[in-house]
């Protein structure tokens, strides 16, 4: 039986989960009859690159204008090279990611379908890691990025949410196409790195980190954008220090906010207590180091972060946003604060310094391993697949 076709699209290989899953499912699901050329655009200024995970079986196709800022110049070029390579690979499935690749690829898919009979057809999904309809654009720019959503929707054949409060707010607030088009569908990882963390792992990272043992560690990973919120981050690291002056803040990632960032720390005369790592690739040992994962973020889809951390033992404290309480369902209340308080979250913090190692528990970290499983993920996607067929 000759391999399925599957163009697969998104917005840019930055740091982060849509680039994990869409190189993951490009090269995992080739062993299972799927042949696909994975589709990407440029980088943006600052942005950790994640090609360096890419097989080198898999097929892939650069389109330096698809970029994620709205450039109505390079949009139309990244369209016209989207048909182009749609007529040369003649796609079965469609499967877009991100914002820019979902508007684009759906597109051209709806440009490729005009030629070909109804039962040639290429199948379209779009998988929604987040959305940029809260907390991210004002409201007249909100209002029109709406509109295209829910015209794109009536040309989707299936619309993946990573979580179910993704969806109910697309389907239920937002009105963005039909109930019935919706699968959910978790992230899934490779989290090997993650679970194999044990006492010798933290005592080895915190001397590698040259953390003092017995030092409480607070951790954010992700991009320093302001949808993120580290200066949040910073309000919290700045209450917790009154209280546990000795306590380490760590923020991994980088991003157009880091100087602005680093200005706030020293303003807030916390500079010596907190650091900025950069890019890291060495996950596993920031994560081994630490004591609490705190995200701060204005919004979510599925925190990658959250569910490594967990996955490594850690405890974790976030604001209440997207889907931070899927990932969350052990003890949320405990764990999680209204975007913006943060003296409850300082307040959880501190509380969760105090659970120690393997604080997640054995039980939830087991659970977290399980549920966002890579072989569970790609079975997930293999099944929606063979819907179309």
Request: hydrophobic share 40%; aromatic share 6%.
């Amino acid at each position: 039986m000759d391999a399925i076709r599957v163009l697969r699209v998104i917005t840019r290989l930055n740091i982060g989960g849509p680039s994990i899953q869409a190189i993951t499912l490009a090269d995992r699901l080739r062993p299972r009859g799927f042949d696909t050329t994975l589709v990407h655009g440029s980088l943006g200024e600052g942005e950790g690159d994640m090609r360096y995970l890419m097989p080198s079986t898999v097929r892939t196709r650069q389109i330096q204008a698809l970029r994620r800022e709205v450039a109505p110049a390079h949009d139309l070029r990244a369209l016209q090279q989207l048909v182009a390579i749609f007529a040369k690979v003649r796609p079965q499935i469609v499967h877009t990611h991100m914002a820019k690749a979902g508007t684009l690829g759906r597109l051209a898919a709806t440009i490729y379908n005009r030629t070909r009979g109804r039962r040639d057809r290429a199948r379209i999904v779009h998988t929604y890691h987040g959305h940029v309809l809260d907390g991210y654009f004002g409201a007249a720019k909100t209002r029109l990025f709406l509109g295209i959503e829910r015209r794109l929707a009536r040309v989707t054949d299936r619309i993946v949410a990573i979580s179910p409060e993704i969806r109910d707010e697309l389907a239920d607030e937002q009105r963005i196409g039909d109930p019935a088009q919706y699968r959910v569908i978790p992230l899934g990882f490779d989290l090997t790195a993650f679970a194999s963390i044990g006492p010798h792992e933290r005592e080895r990272a915190r001397a590698e980190l040259s953390v003092p043992p017995g030092v409480p560690v607070v951790t954010t990973v992700g991009r320093l954008t302001p949808i993120k919120q580290h200066s949040l981050f910073l309000d919290v690291a700045t209450l917790v220090l009154k209280r546990r002056p000795d306590s380490v803040f760590l923020i991994a990632g980088d991003g157009e906010l880091r100087a602005e960032l680093e200005r706030r720390a020293r303003a807030l005369n916390i500079a010596e207590r907190t650091r900025f790592l950069g890019w890291r690739r060495d996950l596993a040992t920031i994560y081994a180091a630490t004591d609490v994962l705190l995200l701060t973020s204005r919004n979510e889809g599925t925190p990658v972060a959250l569910i490594e951390a967990l996955a490594a033992g850690c405890e974790a404290v976030a604001t209440d946003v997207g889907g931070v309480r899927d990932v969350l369902r052990f003890r949320r209340a405990d764990r999680t604060a209204p975007f913006g308080d943060a003296p409850r979250l300082a307040d959880l913090v501190l509380r969760a310094t105090t659970a120690g190692p393997d604080g997640a528990g054995a039980s939830e970290r087991a659970e977290i391993l399980e549920r966002f499983s890579v072989d569970r993920l790609i079975g997930d996607v293999e099944r929606l697949y063979h819907e179309f067929l």
